[in-house]
């Protein structure tokens, strides 16, 4: 990743910092709407939530919310696929 662009996601997480609980609300509405391009961008959000989680030191509290999230949602493979090419916990 250049310089340039390692900044920019670093702005985009300072921005997401601000908004974690939207984002997650944002995350369920995704879901909800059932459509493969919906869970592709939760899951992208998720993948910045965690990146921020580990950056700020809020990790654990991050995977535990996920782990709820995933087991909500355990009935719907196409998401759960998504999750796990995400490498996400």
């Known amino acids: 990743m250049t310089a340039a662009k390692a900044a920019t996601y670093e702005k985009r997480l300072?921005?997401?910092?601000?908004?974690?609980e939207a984002?997650?609300?944002e995350i369920a509405d995704?879901?909800?709407?059932k459509k493969p391009r919906d869970y592709?961008?939760?899951?992208?959000l998720l993948r910045d939530l965690s990146t921020l989680a580990r950056r700020d030191g809020g990790h654990d509290s991050f995977t535990t919310?996920?782990?709820q999230l995933r087991s909500r949602h355990e009935r719907k493979p196409s998401l759960q696929e998504r999750f796990d090419k995400a490498g996400l916990p």
């Open 14 to 20: 300072d921005h997401l910092a601000m908004r974690t």
């Open 23 to 25: 984002a997650w609300q």
């Open 30 to 33: 995704l879901i909800e709407t």
């Open 40 to 44: 592709d961008l939760a899951v992208s």
């Open 65 to 67: 919310r996920f782990l």
